[in-house]
């Protein structure tokens, strides 16, 4: 499977602890997305890459929270002291520029904080 | 700010009818809007876009309209079938700078046989 995938696909814990997820875009693709996805919602952007540069982060990404890209391949995106607030699905996704604008994304990690 | 807004919720319709569902879009700078389906535990997936200089798209069953002087946007559907069922989501998105789209709400489809 060529597509984007994320790691872990579930995280579970409690209130306070610190937790990172893994996302690998497409190999070719230059530019990797992040998005947190509530129940009933659709996504919302909180980060972008292109290459190993990160060129915006929302107003939705607080201290916190914290997102890398390397070497301009995966990308990790760390939760500091992780909140009730914070339960949501965290998706990845990819593009290629210049080229199809099309985001591709991965199938998401969901955090659930006791 | 940025917004897209989407109608309805929530769509029941029988097997073999059309489905349509309609966004708004608030930045005037927004050219290209895609349209994701996502089913229960999966990833969103891309089953049609358009962008500002096209004012129609179809692909088999699907197509979508684009009317720009107005900011909206509509995912048309027809013959739907069983497998249609999902949620589907309106983004709008800029040809340049972030690239990052803006999501609308979401709109569940069910597909009763």
């Known amino acids: 499977d060529t597509g984007v995938s994320q790691d872990p696909r579930h995280k579970i814990t409690k209130r306070g602890q610190n937790v990172t997820f893994r996302c690998d875009p497409i190999?070719?693709?230059?530019?990797l997305y992040w998005y947190r996805q509530t129940l009933g919602q659709g996504p919302e952007f909180l980060t972008y890459?292109?290459?190993?540069?990160?060129?915006?982060k929302s107003r939705l990404l607080s201290d916190r929270f914290s997102a890398e890209r390397p070497k301009g391949s995966f990308s990790t995106l760390e939760i500091q002291r992780t909140e009730q607030g914070d339960s949501a699905m965290y998706l990845c996704?990819?593009?290629?520029?210049?080229?199809?604008?099309?985001?591709?994304f991965g199938d998401g990690t969901r955090l659930s904080i006791l | 700010g940025e917004n897209v807004e989407q109608h309805p919720s929530t769509l029941s319709v029988q097997e073999g009818d059309s489905a349509v569902i309609k966004c708004t879009y608030s930045?005037?700078?927004?050219?290209?809007f895609p349209w994701y389906k996502q089913e229960l535990g999966k990833r969103p997936q891309l089953i049609i876009d358009?962008?500002?200089?096209?004012g129609e798209k179809k692909d088999q069953r699907i197509a979508v309209t684009l009317n720009k002087t107005a900011k909206h946007f509509s995912l048309h559907i027809t013959e739907t079938q069983p497998e249609d069922s999902a949620v589907y989501f309106c983004?709008?998105?800029?040809?340049?700078?972030?690239?990052?789209?803006?999501f609308g709400t979401g709109t569940r489809l069910k597909v009763l046989a």
């Open positions: 996704a990819s593009s290629f520029l210049p080229g199809p604008f099309t985001q591709h």
């Open positions: 190999s070719e693709h230059n530019r």
């Open positions: 890459f292109q290459n190993e540069a990160q060129l915006e």
């Open positions: 930045d005037s700078a927004s050219n290209y």
């Open positions: 358009i962008r500002s200089n096209v």
């Open positions: 983004a709008a998105g800029a040809i340049s700078g972030t690239y990052k789209y803006i």
